[in-house]
């Protein structure tokens, strides 16, 4: 056994814990959110259970593969495979219905009252996806955008004017299935803007002239369509001088090199598809209330915003504390994704209003983070997420403890989620693609997230390396969805592929993290005591409630380590992921214990022993 004598000492944070349960129920009732580990689900990439619903959009088309292919029938039939990974809830990209040339990830909002129909079945809808969740005790939380809409404006609410796409003649040429235009492929008339509150020059289309052979004349421009060789503009853009003020803003698209100005970042458009709305403003704050209600209404448990960057924070407040009146348990977290590394001026040159831990306090002054108390809303962990590129990449713990000396900024540190991928984003330099390097890594920054403070969420595919080493998003012209990490995942799930993804070693390595963090209440709910971080591992405590549940973690990377923890709890300890036993006298309050190279040590005070079977990293 070989023990590393170079170590670093470093004090975490101390992280206030309630005083509440940790049973974990069949049916999900109100209770502490820190409980959970969240399963994340790009719905359309999913699993497909219903071809009819199938759906390309009209950029990066790659025939048999449709953008959306998953549904929620899909998502549903998978359910199980979910929760014997030991998730206890699904979060899900917006469900509502889109507009947009690549709209399959839900973020281009149309219609926020209306379910996206290219993920519901005739006979399966997002309520029947919510009580097959529910009915096995999976939790459902639901992503929504607040800070923009659609390029085709708000259905029912606000047109923004354009011209249908189906008379479009330029240098951007459809192939198919769109053959001819841009128009709705599936729609008879090739229409894809229904929005009753058009003026009826537009509306006139919507049931004829499928070609879009003409002619139309453009009342605000004056020309007449069809015409070869248009300036895309009216088609595909958005003038925002014709936009009025108590929807949306109009200040313009914001530039690359303004993502570090607050007014820019909040008040700009984001592109042509994003359309700012004035989230500053009391009519948005009630429209975004009353469809909240529906979705509660629905059984939703938790939402989680989209882009909450672009948002002011104490909009989103007053926006949750209106939601909370329908819901008052009902769980928010915000990603908010920081340009840099997430603590703003304290830390660096990023504006403190721009960057994670603001949006989880009341304060008033940037440089006073405890001034005040808990907005009430949650975060993503993006500081540990953008520490990975220099530490877990590379298969070591170093600098981790540099992140937690923070936590003290945040109201609650326990409620943070925490992630090894998100939707657009990977682990290693740069951000930009899915974890490339030893599979054992990743399985070290999984002991990390499943001991450390924070609630865990993995995204889906993670579980078996999906899409290794793949781009995140299309970059180059040519991209397609089928080489980059949003592939459809639906392959792995068929009667044929199951098993042997669900018996895939990381699967099998998450399923039994997801079991001892299940057991130990401390992992979930515990404080944050006596952190030591070495070249090759890192070791803290987590005290829940004075002892309540009291655990002592040790993790090792790349090599077996002999560990010792001084100022434990006095008491009988077995280790979660060995079994093995020991007692700490009151007089030396000492716990000594090796852990195997990629593994873990979980000592639990007056423990249940060994959980789950030992596995490639938890042995």
């Known amino acids: 056994m070989r023990k590393t004598t170079l170590c670093i000492i470093l004090l975490f ?65 998978k359910l199980d495979y979910i929760k014997d990974l030991g998730f206890t809830a699904i979060c899900i990209t917006p469900p509502v219905e889109n507009r947009g040339g690549l709209d399959f990830m839900g973020l281009n909002a149309y219609d926020w009252e209306t379910f996206e129909p290219r993920l519901t079945s005739s006979d399966f809808a997002y309520g029947d996806l919510i009580r097959s969740a529910h009915s096995i005790g999976l939790k459902v939380i639901q992503t929504l955008v607040v800070n923009h809409c659609s390029n085709f404006g708000i259905r029912n609410h606000y047109f923004i004017p354009r011209l249908p796409l189906k008379f479009y003649r330029g240098p951007l040429k459809p192939t198919w299935p769109y053959v001819y235009n841009f128009g709705d492929y599936k729609h008879e008339f090739r229409m894809n803007n229904d929005n009753p509150c058009a003026p009826d020059w537009f509306k006139d289309f919507r049931f004829r002239d499928p070609w879009g052979a003409g002619p139309l004349k453009d009342p605000i421009t004056g020309k007449t369509f069809p015409a070869e060789n248009q300036h895309p503009e009216r088609f595909f853009g958005t003038d925002e001088k014709y936009l009025q003020s108590d929807w949306f803003h109009r200040e313009g698209w914001i530039k690359a090199d303004e993502n570090l100005t607050v007014a820019r970042v909040q008040r700009a458009h984001l592109d042509q598809n994003s359309i700012d709305l004035a989230s500053d403003n009391w009519h948005i704050k009630r429209f975004f209330a009353k469809v909240v209600k529906k979705y509660i209404d629905l059984g939703v448990d938790g939402l989680r915003i989209q882009y909450a960057r672009n948002s002011d924070r104490q909009d989103l407040v007053h926006m949750v504390e209106l939601w909370r009146k329908f819901k008052p348990e009902l769980y928010v977290f915000a990603d908010v994704a920081p340009a840099l590394d997430g603590f703003g001026k304290l830390t660096g040159v990023e504006p403190t209003e721009l960057v994670p831990w603001w ?261």
């Open 13 to 77: 944070a101390q992280i206030c814990c309630s005083n509440l349960s940790a049973q974990q129920p069949e049916i999900p009732v109100p209770g502490d959110f820190r409980d959970e580990r969240i399963y994340s689900v790009i719905t359309s990439r999913f699993y497909d259970a219903d071809a009819e619903n199938n759906y390309y959009n009209y950029e990066r088309i790659d025939k048999g593969d449709p953008h959306y292919r998953g549904d929620f029938k899909g998502l549903a039939q």
């Open 359 to 619: 949006y989880t306090r009341n304060t008033p002054n940037p440089n006073e983070p405890d001034l005040a108390g808990n907005s009430g809303i949650a975060v993503m962990d993006y500081p540990l997420f953008k520490s990975f590129a220099a530490n877990l990449s590379s298969g070591h713990f170093n600098g981790v403890g540099n992140i937690i000396k923070n936590d003290w900024l945040y109201a609650d540190p326990n409620q943070l989620v925490t992630f090894f991928h998100n939707y657009d984003s990977g682990p290693e330099t740069g951000n930009l693609t899915r974890f490339s390097s030893d599979q054992w890594k990743a399985a070290c920054a999984y002991n990390l997230l499943w001991t450390l403070r924070g609630v865990p969420m993995l995204l889906m595919g993670e579980e078996i390396e999906f899409m290794k080493g793949m781009p995140q998003v299309c970059v180059l012209p040519t991209d397609v969805l089928s080489r980059t990490g949003k592939a459809y995942f639906g392959d792995n799930l068929s009667d044929g592929t199951i098993a042997q993804t669900a018996s895939h070693v990381l699967a099998q390595h998450i399923r039994r993290l997801n079991q001892i963090r299940a057991a130990v209440p401390a992992l979930s709910r515990g404080q944050l005591e006596s952190g030591n971080e070495f070249v090759s591992g890192i070791s803290f405590i987590r005290n829940y409630n004075n002892a309540e549940s009291y655990a002592v973690v040790g993790l090792s990377a790349f090599i077996d380590q002999d560990i010792t923890v001084t100022r434990v709890l006095p008491g009988d300890y077995s280790d979660a992921v060995t079994g093995q036993t020991q007692s700490v006298a009151t007089s030396t309050r000492t716990l000594s214990f090796s852990v195997k190279g990629n593994s873990a040590g979980i000592w639990v005070r007056n423990g249940p022993g060994k959980i789950g079977v030992d596995g490639e990293y938890l042995r």
